[in-house]
């Protein structure tokens, strides 16, 4: 256990019960953070809260505790029941694949699971929790009793400041394709092969609506990965969906997709291009669809990139709205924590002022209820998404 001294002054954010204690706000660390465990102590040596050591970290610790008490094992099987007692509540029936634990969300802060059917994902996303790995799988394994559990090591990672994501993907490691069921709807989570642990389960919610609305429209689905909206909508009784990505392999999952879900596809449903230029040749043409689905992957990762992801929503936004017919919907997202909902609201409208259209705001809907945000970290919640009616 290492004790990590805060400066005179620096307490009042450990004091609000934010999960994120940021290196800036030390000025000493003691003893051994080998264990993972790190002692919060403010300037003039009073223990305030509990969490793991990422020593690399800009985000130093993540705090557990605030009664002094020590994240053991016994408070993970009572944080884990807790948060299974919520998905007991909400998930839908027909449906195998859920986020089980999110987070700070979860007050688990740098630990999720998502399930798909058999098997559970459980990411370790800090160096600490990495060093609970054998408390936390054993809690998991008891508490949701999955038949097979994966984990998932990326907090180093993530500390040197690489993208986990890109070195899985790349990694020759054994891709395994695993079927689960949402709102009766099948699909297969690729692991570790996939983004994330596999699948956007945070999208569940607006699947549904799109789902409801889709009856009889053209939908097309822009950065579709795993091609899950196009699938929701041809549930719905879509006339057709079209799936654009830049990844032939994402494309050939919403292919296996649409095959076991009994939805006939042809080719021209799968274009392989950068929707930028895609959306382009779609304007030029004149093209018109009921409904566009644009959930791009995130713009900006640091606030510093917000300006030019700033540019790029509103782009691809403009687009996208050129491409509605009237009487038509657009259903676009952010995933960037950077960027507020209400700047990625502003970004939108000042999109459908170039383009010329006028959209009402039908609905806000962004991560499912199995993705909790915590009151006491707000950055939680990441994942907007505006759905827009245009007028007839
Ligand atoms: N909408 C998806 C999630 C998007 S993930 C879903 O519901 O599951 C982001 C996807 O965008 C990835 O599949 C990636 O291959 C693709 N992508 C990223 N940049 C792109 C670009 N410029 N043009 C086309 N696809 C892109």
């Known amino acids: 256990m290492i004790r990590l001294g805060l400066k005179p002054g620096r307490e009042a954010s450990v004091a609000r019960r934010h999960p994120w204690l940021f290196s800036g706000a030390l000025a000493s660390r003691e003893g051994d953070g080998s264990d993972g465990h790190a002692e919060i102590v403010d300037s003039r040596g009073r223990a305030l809260a509990r969490g793991s ?20 094992a016994s408070l993970f099987r009572e944080r884990f029941q807790t948060a ?12 195998t694949g859920f986020r089980a634990i999110n987070s700070e969300g979860d007050l688990c802060p740098g630990v999720v699971m998502d399930v798909y059917g058999e098997v559970a994902v459980l990411e370790l996303l800090t160096e600490g929790t990495e060093k609970w790995e054998s408390d936390l799988t054993d809690a998991a394994r008891e508490v949701f009793s999955p038949p097979k559990i994966i984990v998932r090591r990326t907090g180093a990672d993530r500390d040197a400041g690489s993208r986990p994501e890109s070195r899985i993907q790349n990694s020759k490691s054994k ?17 570790p092969g996939g983004q994330k642990t596999g699948f956007f389960l945070d ?3 607006n699947r549904i609506r799109l789902r409801a609305l889709a009856a009889g429209r053209t939908v097309l689905n822009l950065f579709s990965y795993t091609g899950a909206f196009s699938v929701a909508a041809l549930a719905g009784g879509a006339a057709r969906a079209v799936d654009v990505d830049s990844s032939e392999a994402a494309l050939d999952l919403s292919r296996q997709h649409r095959r076991a879900n009994g939805f006939p596809a042809g080719d021209c449903d799968f274009v392989r291009a950068d929707v930028f230029e895609d959306l382009r040749r779609r304007v030029e043409a ?14 900006a990762r640091k606030r510093g990139d917000v300006p030019r992801a700033a540019r790029g929503y509103k782009d691809i936004n403009r687009l996208a709205m050129e491409l509605v017919e009237p009487g038509g919907w657009l259903l676009t997202c952010s995933c960037s924590g950077q960027i507020s909902p209400d700047l990625f609201q502003k970004i939108v409208f000042s999109a459908s002022l170039d383009a010329g259209r006028s959209f009402s705001l039908a609905a806000r809907q962004g991560a499912g209820a199995d993705h909790p945000v915590s009151l006491d970290c707000p950055e939680g919640e990441y994942l907007k998404g505006l759905w827009l009616s245009r007028e007839i």
């Open 53 to 72: 050591y990422s020593p690399e970290s800009q985000i130093v610790a993540r705090l557990w505790t605030f009664d002094g008490r020590l994240p053991d």
């Open 84 to 95: 299974r007692r919520l998905r007991q509540a909400i998930v839908p029936p027909d449906t």
């Open 175 to 191: 891709i395994e394709v695993v079927p689960f069921t949402e709102n009766g709807l099948r699909f297969f989570a690729d692991i």
């Open 203 to 205: 999208q569940r919610d």
């Open 286 to 299: 004149g093209e018109t669809w009921g409904i566009v689905v644009c959930d791009p992957p995130a713009f």
